[in-house]
């Protein structure tokens, strides 16, 4: 199986900083991988798909890079709403895990 | 207007079974690979099992192999998930999740959840 390993496992932030979260594979998933945005009480939100496409609707500050076995997402500069935490998932095997995820807090 | 609604959720003693329904509109069923997600109070997501659209074809979490089973009728826009042998680390909300394409890319629409409680 393909574990995902997402770091920082939390992370703390201001208003406008520049953040990366970084996923990685436990074995290569070529462009396979998704993120995703959750808040408390709520449903995740896709992000970005083939590790860099961004999903429609999804504001341009949010992109992601990367194949192999490594993956980071990056939020240009931080706005209220995206305080939450967000998980990498990959899709190349048949078993589609997902990464423990990140928090992202405000500092 | 996509909607997934998802039901059958409840409390049921370790051992036992429980079905649940993810009601589908607003977009071609069939043509769409469907996915149970779930998460256990305060942890992260986790992948449970997916139905490819068109050939159907499933896989499943080597945690919930052959102990759940996921189906779809594409007459009735519903994927289910029939869950036997409960237990208790089964306790978790489930989602219903529809894929952006015939097979898995990522998962643009999910439902609201519903909760299942493996208790005695």
């Known amino acids: 199986d393909i574990q995902m390993t997402q770091s920082p496992s939390s992370l703390s932030a201001s208003l406008g900083d520049r953040v990366t979260i970084t996923c990685r594979a436990s074995?290569?998933?070529?462009?396979?991988l998704a993120w995703y945005q959750q808040k408390p009480g709520k449903a995740p939100k896709l992000l970005i798909y083939?590790?860099?496409t961004l999903h429609t609707g999804v504001p341009s500050r949010f992109s992601g890079s990367g194949s192999g076995t490594e993956f980071t997402l990056t939020i240009s500069s931080l706005q209220p709403d995206d305080f939450a935490t967000y998980y990498c998932?990959?899709?190349?095997?048949?078993?589609?895990?997902f990464g423990q995820g990140t928090k992202l807090e405000i500092k | 207007e996509v909607q997934l609604l998802e039901s059958g959720g409840g409390l049921v003693q370790p051992g036992g079974s429980l079905r649940l329904s993810c009601a589908a509109s607003?977009?071609?069923?069939?043509?769409?690979?469907m996915n149970w997600v779930r998460q256990a109070p305060g942890k992260g997501l986790e992948w449970v099992s997916v139905?490819?659209?068109?050939?159907?074809?499933?896989h499943y979490a080597d945690t919930v192999k052959g102990r759940f089973t996921i189906s779809r009728d594409n007459s009735k826009n519903t994927l289910y998930l029939q869950m036997n042998s409960l237990r208790a680390e089964d306790t978790a909300i489930y989602y219903c999740?529809?894929?952006?394409?015939?097979?898995?890319?990522?998962?643009?629409?999910w439902g609201q959840g519903t909760l299942v409680i493996v208790s005695s």
């Open positions: 999740a529809k894929e952006i394409d015939t097979y898995g890319l990522g998962a643009d629409q």
């Open positions: 607003g977009f071609t069923f069939s043509s769409y690979a």
């Open positions: 139905s490819f659209g068109g050939s159907g074809t499933t």
């Open positions: 074995h290569s998933i070529s462009n396979w």
């Open positions: 083939k590790a860099s």
């Open positions: 998932q990959q899709y190349n095997s048949d078993l589609y895990t």
